[in-house]
Nanobody, 125 residues
Framework: QVQPVESGGGSVQAGGSLRLACTAS????????VAWFRQAPGKEREGVAR????????YYDNSVKGRFFISQDRAQSAVYLQMNSLKPEDTAMYYC??????????????????WGQGTQVTVSS
């Protein structure tokens, strides 16, 4: 299991793009379900996208499908979230979560999941 570290947040105008990175603190995400979640003030945390690092399988929430893209580097040491056509409603703290699993069919929110500290994304209209 690897403690994830997020980076890449910031402030952009609507329609802009940002790329978030979730790194493995010098290790690798082997056989790991890696997911991006977000939580806006006053709202519940929601899953945005996830990827299984062994098979490369991906899943997207409908709210970001076609705009956000999750990927990993070949060394399996980082997972990226490319966010395009950003909207003000995408404003939130974005968290990376990881869980060692043999698939990524559900969000990695179990007792064995590791969470990063989060990175803020702010989209202005």
């Amino acid at each position: 299991q690897v403690q994830p570290v997020e980076s890449g947040g910031g402030s952009v105008q609507a329609g802009g793009s940002l790329r978030l990175a979730c790194t493995a603190s010098g290790n690798r995400f082997i056989n790991t379900c890696v997911a991006w979640f977000r939580q806006a003030p006053g709202k519940e945390r929601e899953g945005v996208a996830r990827i299984w690092t062994l098979g490369g399988n991906t899943y997207y929430d409908n709210s970001v499908k076609g705009r956000f893209f999750i990927s990993q580097d070949r060394a399996q040491s980082a997972v990226y979230l490319q966010m395009n056509s950003l909207k003000p409603e995408d404003t939130a703290m974005y968290y990376c979560a990881t869980e060692y699993r043999h698939s990524c069919s559900v969000w990695p929110t179990g007792d064995d999941a590791y969470w990063g500290q989060g990175t803020q994304v702010t989209v202005s209209s």
